[in-house]
């Protein structure tokens, strides 16, 4: 089992940046693959990105690509999502996740541990 903290989110204005970290404890971080999910009242959780166990491979989803990148510190038990260029759409709760099959799965579903979220606010 592993728990999920994330932190780093706040108000930040339209063509700002942001970087979220999630810190992880428990059981090896490493052999997780990692995802994060935003999500929007009354909306389903979206995919944003997912960092292999690794490292070496990400996905992201078509609304951040381009503008979004994750990594991950598996020295530090920590997963980070840097988001430039921030608009007023990506605002949310931001989650990430841990996948124990240690896929890049973009469904939330596939999933296995989750933390608490962190808000994002993009002012425009």
């Known amino acids: 089992q592993v728990q999920l903290v994330e932190s780093g989110g706040g108000l930040v204005q339209a063509g700002g940046s942001l970087t979220l970290s999630c810190a992880a404890s428990?059981?090896?971080?490493?052999?997780?693959?990692m995802g994060w999910f935003r999500q929007t009242p009354g909306k389903e959780r979206e995919f944003v990105a997912a960092?292999?166990?690794?490292?070496?491979?990400?996905v992201y989803g078509e609304s951040v690509k381009g503008r979004f990148t994750s990594s991950r510190d598996n020295a530090k038990n920590t997963l980070y999502l840097q988001m430039n260029s921030l608009k007023p759409e990506d605002t949310a709760v931001y989650y990430c996740?841990?996948?124990?099959?240690?896929?890049?799965?973009?469904?939330?579903?596939?999933?296995?541990?989750w933390g608490q979220g962190t808000q994002v606010t993009v002012s425009s």
């Open positions: 428990g059981r090896t971080f490493s052999s997780y693959a």
């Open positions: 996740a841990a996948d124990q099959r240690g896929y890049l799965r973009r469904g939330p579903a596939e999933y296995d541990y």
């Open positions: 960092v292999s166990r690794s490292g070496a491979r990400t």
